[in-house]
T-cell receptor, first 112, second 111 residues
Framework: GENVEQHPSTLSVQEGDSAVIKCTYS??????FPWYKQELGKGPQLIID?????GEKKDQRIAVTLNKTAKHFSLHITETQPEDSAVYFC???????????FGRGTSLIVHP | DVKVTQSSRYLVKRTGEKVFLECVQD?????MFWYRQDPGLGLRLIYF???????EKGDIPEGYSVSREKKERFSLILESASTNQTSMYLC??????????FGQGTRLTVV
């Protein structure tokens, strides 16, 4: 089955810095890659996603890049703010399957 | 506003008790999932369902069962709760291969 590795497990940055979280996947048939943000006491919520026919997608301060050849995708957050502090999960779903496989999560801490 | 609602935010149960965790979604989604979240281990899939009365085992089904009698409701059952089932439980639903909508989670403590 699919295996998703996520790094780092913890990321600490100063407000205004950029943050990058990286994920790799094992199944070349995967074609949907969402990112979720989980704030304290809440369930994860989708913040951005990308499909395998696209290399990059941006939404304001957030961007996701996908390298299908290397089988990795990354979340980029620019101009970080304290409210970006949360746990971030990447996931991958392969063609023909509706079941996402999640990474282990990254705890992002943005210091004011 | 779409919603996945879990019946309890916090539960404390005794070892050996039968525990029911309920999840309801209002989006007419076909697929529903139960995950367990533990520090350092991420989200691990316990069971999922792609239709009423249909269920499939996930990665860690031991000690759990599920029930889906209606499309909107997916229940997780701990037949005989044990302390190693103390965890955060998350329910989610999807329509096809699209984003997953999660409930707020149930933090279960088994004493």
């Amino acid at each position: 089955g699919e295996n998703v590795e996520q790094h780092p497990s913890t990321l600490s940055v100063q407000e205004g810095d950029s943050a990058v979280i990286k994920c790799t996947y094992s199944d070349s048939a995967s074609n949907y890659f969402p990112w979720y943000k989980q704030e304290l006491g809440k369930g994860p919520q989708l913040i951005i996603d990308i499909r395998s026919n696209v290399g990059e997608k941006k939404d304001q301060r957030i961007a996701v890049t996908l390298n299908k050849t290397a089988k990795h995708f990354s979340l980029h957050i620019t101009e970080t703010q304290p409210e970006d502090s949360a746990v971030y999960f990447c996931a991958a779903s392969k063609r023909g399957s509706y079941i996402p496989t999640f990474g282990r999560g990254t705890s992002l801490i943005v210091h004011p | 506003d779409v919603k996945v609602t879990q019946s309890s935010r916090y539960l404390v149960k005794r070892t050996g008790e039968k525990v029911f965790l309920e999840c309801v979604q209002d989006m007419d989604h076909e697929n529903m999932f139960w995950y367990r979240q533990d520090p350092g281990l991420g989200l691990r899939l316990i069971y999922f369902s792609y239709d009423v009365k249909m269920k499939e085992k996930g990665d860690i089904p031991e000690g759990y069962s599920v029930s889906r009698e209606k499309k909107e409701r997916f229940s997780l059952i701990l037949e005989s709760a044990s302390t190693n089932q103390t965890s955060m439980y998350l329910c989610a639903s999807t329509y096809g291969k699209t984003e997953a909508f999660f409930g707020q989670g149930t933090r279960l403590t088994v004493v």
